[in-house]
């Protein structure tokens, strides 16, 4: 399965991003797909989850602000970005395996930049 992450880009603290993970298969729909994210320096981390099921889950920093959603007829994955912080500044990836809660995943797609100014 070959993954593209799009919708990055530069926004000011407060504001809102969505981003979009698509596959290259119209199978998203038997992945878990996850949201991941690296900013300069650090190691990539975890952002949010979201099971074949719908089941979601989410890092606490970005719990309450940050709606992970698949909308499987589009073969599609969102991950909603409200209210921006400075430190959401990262290289976003989206990530697929056929596990509800892998422990590594098993394809990634490229990054997608997203750069929150104060």
């Known amino acids: 399965v070959q993954l593209q992450a799009s919708g990055g880009g530069l926004v000011q603290a407060g504001g809102s991003l969505r981003l979009s993970c698509a596959a290259s298969e119209r199978t998203l729909s038997r992945y878990s797909v996850g949201w991941f994210r690296q900013a300069p320096g650090k190691e990539r981390e975890f952002v949010a989850r979201?099971?074949?099921?719908?089941?979601?889950s989410y890092a606490d920093s970005v719990k309450g602000r940050f709606t992970i959603s698949r909308d499987n007829a589009k073969n599609m994955v969102y991950l909603q970005m409200n209210n921006l912080k400075p430190e959401d500044t990262a290289v976003y990836f989206c990530?697929?395996?056929?596990?509800?809660?892998?422990?590594?995943?098993?394809?990634w797609g490229q990054g997608t930049q997203v750069t929150v100014s104060s």
């Open positions: 979201i099971t074949r099921s719908a089941t979601t």
């Open positions: 990530a697929a395996d056929p596990n509800s809660y892998p422990r590594n995943w098993r394809y």
